[in-house]
C-alpha cells in the first residue's frame, strides 16, 4: 500500500508560480513511476505530468509543457510539479499517483493522493 499526501496548493495570480509536493509513505519509492492529474470544476481529471523512477525521463501534456517541470528525490520520497507562468485554466485540484512500472512516464495510476487545490486568479 502507498500513501502520497500532496501539499502547495494554493491561490495565485496569472503569471505566477507554485510549487507542489507529493510525499510518498512507501519503502520502495524508487519502484514507482510517478504523477501529477488534474481535474478542473465539471471536467474529467487529466494527465498532467510523469516521471520514471530515476527522474531520468519525463512527458508532459501539451497544455503545461515548457511552463511545468516534474521533478522527484528518492532520498526524500517526495515528488514534485513546478509550475510557472500559471494561467486561469490551470485551477484545478491537483492529485499526486503512483504507477508500479517504474520505467513508465505514461502514468496509468495505481495510487491517488487526496489532492491539492490550485486557484489562479486573473
Known amino acids: 500500500q502507498v500513501q502520497l499526501v500532496e501539499s502547495g496548493g494554493e491561490l495565485v495570480q496569472a503569471g505566477g508560480s507554485l510549487r507542489l509536493s507529493c510525499t510518498a509513505s512507501?519503502?520502495?519509492?524508487?519502484?514507482?513511476?510517478m504523477g501529477w492529474f488534474r481535474q478542473a470544476p465539471g471536467k474529467e481529471r487529466e494527465f498532467v505530468a510523469g516521471v520514471n523512477w530515476s527522474g531520468g525521463s519525463t512527458r508532459y501534456a501539451d497544455s503545461v509543457k515548457g511552463r511545468f517541470t516534474i521533478s522527484r528525490d528518492n532520498a526524500k520520497n517526495t515528488v514534485y510539479l513546478q509550475m510557472n507562468s500559471l494561467k486561469p485554466e490551470d485551477t484545478a485540484v491537483y492529485y499526486c499517483?503512483?504507477?508500479?512500472?517504474?520505467?513508465?512516464?505514461?502514468?496509468?495510476?495505481?495510487?491517488w493522493g487526496q489532492g491539492t487545490q490550485v486557484t489562479v486568479s486573473s
Open positions: 499517483a503512483a504507477d508500479p512500472r517504474p520505467g513508465s512516464t505514461s502514468i496509468i495510476p495505481t495510487y
Open positions: 512507501v519503502r520502495t519509492f524508487s519502484m514507482y513511476a
